[in-house]
């Protein structure tokens, strides 16, 4: 049996971070799908065999997979493609891929219209951004569009929004037509060259998305970047990259990494990198070159040098090349990290600590890098320096390995049952807590969101149940109660990442679809109906089991200082919070946020975006060069945040990437309930 590693995040997206390669690029075959699709079925928790109804399910999630953005495909035409992949398993089985590969054409040929459509639409005489147009954000919301005419009509809403990214960076007209029509250039070369186990590996994840939101097929580059994301540890240079406009280009430059102890030349964010050779080699133009591909030439070994060529555009363009001897990187900026804040109550100051803990990552090599072994460290620090209250913020962590969930559940509780993992065969094994240490016992809170996920459900669902604990933060968690399995596949083919068992709670109740519902309630804008668990396609139902409370979770040592939260003391806390939450003019504005967003959330139009970003630039948040922020880029010349409200190629705003990184109003108010905790505590109420 091939070695497994539990994985139980939300879902991992893919860091472009530049490590060691892995094995070679998945050479799938026409046969190989079936044959893969079977081990899904084998070890699902929910599906064991291929019926028409998961097939159909399966062809859907892929001609989806083609039009993301519902905007290329007519409505007849989805149903004539969905209708031509009638009976593929079988047709794989036997070695005949030819509906895939001609519907792949179909793809090819709709995409090289669409650009052309798009480069004459543009490069018209008179071309001017349309700020009336307005945009049904949601791609299923909308549908395809059901006539040619409505489908140009939805391009050009497409188009303008497209076009405001750039002239809201400060990009002349004329050249963010050119770019906007070679971001479509390059999306139809990009189709071109798509090799058949290229189409096979996408039709295979889509119908691993088929039977749950959360199981995948990971191709050999897929698996490594997965990897690496779990372990918070590579080889490589020690950068940050994202595409834009086919160029690879420096996002950020990794603390503590072979990028950041350069003296001389040094890269910095926005730099495009043009070029890449090994010392001594000769330069391959990575232009127009895919993201995966040039980072597969720019990672390699440590101790080895690789040679960028870098563009950097302000006031002068400079072209220059850089020298750099990768090394082994630590993730440090990801690790877990503590902080102490000091908040006062009726004349008396207490010492809070802080922790925040963004993902449950380690590695199979117990040598390296692991959340467990970094929280205890903070945990002694915390005891060392006699705070008086632990803050753990769970807000931004989607997941990561089930054991760490566990244990770091034990670092709080004396002994006993954490969480329990239920089969196909409805076989439960419960998991707990053997170790007696409490590394902390005192006044303690959880705090939460919507994007809490998994890993951090288990922790706070377990400390929760035993009311070790106040959980603080959106009405609930996502609610992602399913146990993943990473099964590698032969070298060359990846893994499948397979959703194999439900989680519960000790209270007996899973928090799959529900989450965990909060203590004390603090509002965010994640508060949508479009958020969670419960609104993924195809996400498994919640269940309920008896419960497996333990006795001993919560008995109290001569040297401990805390025992159980009580519903009074909780009760409490929450009408606190809410006075505090009713006077903050920060929430009072959020709140009236999260509801225009509810009453608006399905349709855009760009004059409102357009007017949010003249605001931002009206307070201060985006300037031009001459006030010291990059006119085409935004960024703050200082710290590099990007400012500027952008928009995703279907037309929905994108995140702020600095936001991760400020104080928000939520944490600073979860912080205030844990001083208030302390206060109750101390005062035996």
């Known amino acids: 049996m091939r070695g497994r590693a539990l994985l139980i995040g939300a879902g991992c997206a893919l860091v472009f971070a530049l490590a060691l390669p892995g094995a070679a690029d998945a050479e799938l075959t026409c046969a190989r799908v079936p044959q893969l699709a079977s081990e899904f079925l084998h070890s ?61 054409k179909q793809l090819v040929a709709e995409n090289a219209q669409l650009e052309e459509f798009v480069r004459q639409f543009v ?6 951004l349309d700020e009336n147009v307005t945009l049904v954000l949601d791609p299923a919301e ?39 029509v070679h971001r479509y250039e390059l999306r139809t070369k990009r189709l071109k060259e798509l090799q058949q186990d290229d ?85 391959v133009d990575i232009i127009d070159m895919p993201l995966r591909d040039a980072v597969s030439l720019i990672r390699g070994k440590k101790g080895t040098r690789v040679q960028l060529t870098v563009l950097r555009e302000g006031e002068e363009t400079r072209r220059f090349p850089v020298v750099i001897e990768r090394d082994t990187i630590d993730l440090a900026e990801q690790a877990a990290k503590l902080r102490f804040e000091t908040r006062e109550r009726n004349g008396k100051k207490y010492k809070l600590a802080i922790i925040d803990l963004s993902s449950f990552y380690g590695d ?7 959340c467990t072994d970094d929280l205890e460290k903070l ?14 913020d769970l807000s931004r962590n989607g997941g990561g390995l089930l054991e760490h969930a566990v244990q770091i559940s034990g670092f709080f509780l004396r002994r006993g049952e954490v969480v329990g993992v239920q089969n196909s065969r409805e076989q439960l094994q419960v998991l707990a807590d053997q170790d007696e240490r409490i590394l902390y016992s005192g006044p303690m809170v959880v705090h939460t969101s919507r994007a809490s996920a998994s890993a951090s459900e288990i922790l706070a669902g377990a400390l929760k149940d035993y009311h070790r604990a106040v959980i603080t933060g959106d009405d609930h968690t996502f609610g992602k109660g399913t146990v993943q399995t990473v099964t590698p596949l032969p070298p060359g083919e990846g893994a499948l990442k397979i959703t194999t068992a439900l989680f519960f709670r000790p209270g007996g109740r899973s928090t799959q679809n529900e989450g965990v519902e909060v203590d004390v309630s603090i509002p965010s804008m994640l ?54 939450i009713d006077e903050s003019p920060e929430f009072k504005d959020l709140g009236e946020k999260i509801a225009k967003a509810r009453k608006e959330e399905k349709t855009l139009k ?45 037309g929905k705003p994108l995140p702020d990437p600095a936001a991760d990184d400020e104080p928000t109003p939520q944490l600073e108010e979860a912080v205030a309930v844990l001083a208030d905790l302390v206060e109750l505590s101390r005062n035996g109420s």
């Open 606 to 650: 760009l004059a409102d975006l357009m007017r949010e970003r003249d605001e931002a630039k009206a307070n201060g948040d985006v300037k031009d060069a001459k006030d010291g922020k990059d006119a085409k880029t935004g960024k703050d010349a200082k710290n590099g945040k990007a400012k500027t409200v952008r928009t995703g190629d279907d």
């Open 199 to 283: 189409i096979l590996a996408g039709f295979l994840d889509s119908f691993a998305l088929a039977l749950d939101p959360h199981s995948n097929y990971l191709s050999a580059d897929v698996l490594e970047d997965f990897r690496i994301s779990m372990s918070l540890s590579l080889e490589g240079i020690g950068v940050a990259l994202s595409e834009r406009d086919g160029y690879s280009v420096v996002e950020r430059i990794i603390p503590g990494g072979a990028a950041d102890r350069i003296e001389k030349e040094r890269l910095e964010p926005e730099d495009k990198i043009i070029a890449v050779a090994e010392e001594g080699g000769q330069p």
């Open 527 to 580: 508060i949508t109906e479009d958020f969670g668990e419960s609104t993924q396609e195809y996400a498994l139902p919640s269940k309920e089991i008896p419960a497996f409370l333990s006795s001993y979770a919560n008995a109290i040592g001569p040297t401990d200082r805390f025992g159980q939260v009580d519903s009074a003391e909780i009760t409490e806390l929450a009408k606190r919070s809410k006075q505090r």
């Open 123 to 128: 490069m018209a005489p008179g071309y001017a």
């Open 379 to 392: 945990l002694e620090q915390v005891k060392a320096e006699n705070a008086d209250g632990l803050l753990l």
């Open 44 to 104: 699902h928790v929910a599906f064991k065999k291929l019926t028409p109804e998961l097939e159909t399910r399966a062809i859907a999630m892929y001609v989806q997979r083609l039009d993301a953005s519902r905007s290329v495909f007519l409505q007849n035409e989805i149903t004539t493609a969905e209708a031509s992949l009638t009976g593929i398993m079988e047709r794989m089985r036997k070695g005949d891929c030819e509906p895939l590969a001609t519907l792949h």
């Open 142 to 180: 909308r549908g395809n569009p059901k006539t040619a005419a409505e489908r140009d009509t939805l391009q050009k809403s497409l188009i303008h929004f497209q076009m405001s990214n750039y002239l809201s960076a400060g990009e002349p007209l004329e050249e963010a037509k050119k770019r906007l």
């Open 364 to 370: 199979s090599d117990p040598t390296r890098r692991q």
